[in-house]
């Protein structure tokens, strides 16, 4: 079992920039590729970007490619989001998740969530 506690979430103006954090416990963080997803109202679940075990490959959505950076510590158990030139439409609910052999781009093979943390883009 994995544990995900998302952090850093919150209200930005449009173009401005917020950088989440998702701390992992339980099982050995650096078996796991880390991702990031978020879900806005009325809409599924999307696919933001993920990260190998290693920090050494990433891959991100199409709508965040150039304005968000994952990355992740694994001395210190953490993965993290930056987020550039923020839109309104990147207004949603963000989430991690962690899994061993997930499918990058989509929702399946993620094992563990997180709870999720609020960001919130104003034009």
């Known amino acids: 079992q994995v544990q995900l506690v998302e952090s850093g979430g919150g209200l930005v103006q449009a173009g401005g920039s917020l950088r989440l954090s998702c701390a992992a416990s339980?099982?050995?963080?650096?078996?796991?590729?880390m991702g990031w997803f978020r879900q806005a109202p009325g809409k599924e679940r999307e696919f933001v970007c993920s990260?190998?075990?290693?920090?050494?490959?990433?891959y991100y959505a199409d709508s965040v490619k150039g304005r968000f950076t994952i990355s992740r510590d694994n001395a210190k158990n953490t993965v993290s989001l930056q987020m550039h030139s923020l839109k309104p439409e990147d207004t949603a609910v963000y989430y991690c998740a962690a899994g061993r052999s997930p499918g990058w781009g989509t929702s399946a093979g993620w094992l563990y969530w997180g709870q999720g943390t609020q960001v919130t883009v104003s034009s």
């Open positions: 339980g099982r050995t963080f650096s078996n796991y590729d």
């Open positions: 990260i190998n075990r290693s920090g050494g490959r990433t």
